[in-house]
C-alpha cells in the first residue's frame, strides 16, 4: 500500500509543511531518510518518533535506559495503517525540532513512492536553535542595524534565505536518489 502523509513542524508560525507518498513496505529509518528529503533538513542529528508517551521508535542506544523500538527494523506498516492516525517525529534532541505526521490516504495505486506531492514554506536551516532560535533568527533578519545582522545573516544564514519558497521538483529529485 502507498500511504499520503502530510508533515508539519509543530509551534512554528508560518507553518511549514509538506504531502508525500511512501510505500507502507519501508522501515521507519527509511522514512526518516524520506523526511529529511521533503523537509530540507541535512540528517546531522539524531531522531525518533514517538506512538504515544509510552512507545519510541529510533536507534536505540544501549547506554540509554529509554526502551527504544529498532527503526532499522519496524516497518511502517506495522504501526501507521489508519487515515487519521497521528505520530509525532523528532528531529535533532538539541533544537527539537517536533513534527505532526498525519495519515492522510492510504492508495492502492498511485505513483512510484516515495514521491513530494505539495508542501509550503522553506524548512529552518539546521542548528537554528529550535522555534525560538529561529523566530529570533527572522526578527533580526528584519534588522539591518541589529547588532548581530552580519554574524547571523551575512554569514550564516545568507541574505537570500527565503523563508517562503519551497522547490518541489529539487525535493522529488533528491527522492528519486533514495530508491
Known sequence: MILQLKIEIMDLQPLAWRRFLIDDKITFHQLHKVIQEVMGWNDYHLYKFNLNEDEEIGIPDPDDE????????LKVKSVLNAVKQKIVYTYDF????????????????AEKAPVCIEGERACPPEDAGGTCGYEELL??????KHP???EYIVEWLGED???EKF???AVNRRLKRLK
Open 148 to 150: 548581530d545582522y552580519k
Open 161 to 163: 534565505f527565503d523563508t
Open 167 to 169: 522547490d518541489i521538483e
Open 66 to 73: 529509554v526502551v527504544v523500538k529498532d527503526s532499522r527494523k
Open 94 to 109: 538539541g533544537d527539537n525540532w517536533e513534527h505532526l505526521i498525519t495519515v492522510e490516504k492510504i492508495l492502492e495505486n
Open 139 to 144: 526578527k533580526i533578519r528584519k534588522n539591518k
